[in-house]
């Protein structure tokens, strides 16, 4: 059995926040904050407005796209690191809020991984044969954990949230499956918790019983970032013998711009195949790949049979690839 991507859907919150707001708040301008990231906006949720209704919104527009009723989905995979609650799962209200009430519903946190963890997950799954249909979410209300007097951090982030359905399909009889073949061709995920002090939290259930702040040495997540990124994908092509000339379209997790300009230069792969939506969305964590696959899906770009790489890498570290024939 294969995964096949049926669709894909997105949601902003509807309040932009610029990046000329921002220095009028903490000390910081748009000159520098474009300079090192090369994010100019983000969106911020309303107040109410919590990650679940981020997801429910998502997913609503992926089943659209995928022409298929929410009573199909037996599976939802949500990737969140801001969930509505401690429990249950953000997942659970998701899977209320579409109306459904059979097969089962479960978050995931990977952080900023959180996506291309969730996606390897589902296709485990329904590749197995447990499944027969998923929706694979992430979801982020950033904002909430954000320390909106550290400069250092509250300049990257925003909310959001993206999804895609899945959905288990044969095989031809007796084939291996081909990388010609549409689906999931691999995925490839690695964690390394030496490095959880370098991005994080600083509270918790267990420890503070207080929510927290993000944390992160920011210098040191970028001098990780690019080895992670490109070794895992080094891992997809050599999984797949796919080489970067035969991508398509590389739908990086949106953190920085440097950060995927330096991977795609790694692996030599063509600034014109990179999808890039961090300058409106800036870092939405979970949610930025199937946020910047939806711009790209409907602007025309990544069309039926192209092959698309996902990467990402975040807090723990974690970090991951999967490469997809649409
Ligand atoms: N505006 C103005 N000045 C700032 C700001 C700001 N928003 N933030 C920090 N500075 C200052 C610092 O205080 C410091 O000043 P000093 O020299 O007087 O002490 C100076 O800028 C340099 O600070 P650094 O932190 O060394 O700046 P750096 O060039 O490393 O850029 C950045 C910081 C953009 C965070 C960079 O380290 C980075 O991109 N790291 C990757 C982090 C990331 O993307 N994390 C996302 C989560 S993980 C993931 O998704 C992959």
């Known amino acids: 059995k294969r995964s096949v991507v049926l669709g894909c859907g997105s949601y902003l919150p ?3 926040l610029t990046n000329a707001e921002l220095a009028a708040r903490v000390d910081t301008s748009d000159e520098w904050i474009v300079q090192r990231t090369g994010i100019h906006q983000r969106h911020i949720a309303a107040d109410g407005e919590f990650t679940s209704h981020l ?36 997942a659970v209200a998701v899977q209320h809020g579409l109306g ?12 900023c ?10 296709d485990n799954f329904l590749r197995c044969g447990a499944y027969k249909r998923a929706l694979v979410i992430g979801a982020e209300t950033f904002s909430r954990i954000l320390d909106w007097s550290d400069r250092g951090t509250c300049v990257l982030f925003g909310d959001g949230a993206g999804a895609v359905v ?34 994080f939290v600083d509270g918790g259930p267990s420890s503070t019983q207080t929510v927290g702040h993000l944390r992160m040495e920011g210098r040191e997540v970028f001098k990780h970032a690019v080895g992670m990124i490109t070794d895992v994908i080094v891992d997809a092509f050599k999984a ?3 080489t970067a000339d035969d991508i398509d379209w590389f739908v990086p997790h949106q953190a920085n711009k440097r950060i995927i300009d330096a991977s795609a230069h790694k692996l030599h792969i063509a600034p014109q195949k990179v999808v890039l939506t961090v300058d409106l969305h800036g870092n939405t964590s979970a949610a930025s790949i199937p946020l910047a696959l939806s711009v790209a899906v409907k602007d025309g770009r990544v069309k039926k049979g192209d092959l698309v790489l996902f990467e990402a890498m975040g807090g723990g570290f974690t970090w991951g690839s999967a490469l997809v024939r649409w």
Request: glycine share 8%; aromatic share 4%; charged share 15%.
């Open 14 to 16: 509807q309040k932009v």
């Open 55 to 90: 997801a429910i919104n998502a997913a609503r527009a992926a089943l659209e796209h995928a022409g298929i009723d929410a009573q199909a989905i037996d599976l939802i995979v949500l990737a969140t690191s801001t969930p509505d609650n401690t429990f249950p799962a953000t």
């Open 100 to 111: 459904i009430n059979h097969g089962a519903a479960f978050d995931l946190q990977a952080v």
């Open 113 to 122: 991984s959180g996506f291309v963890f969730a996606l390897a997950t589902a």
């Open 166 to 199: 899945l959905e288990a399909q044969d095989l031809p009889q007796g084939q291996p499956g081909l990388t010609s073949d549409r689906g999931i061709l691999t995925t490839h995920l690695r964690s390394d918790g030496r490095h959880k002090a370098k991005l």
């Open 240 to 242: 797949t013998g796919v």
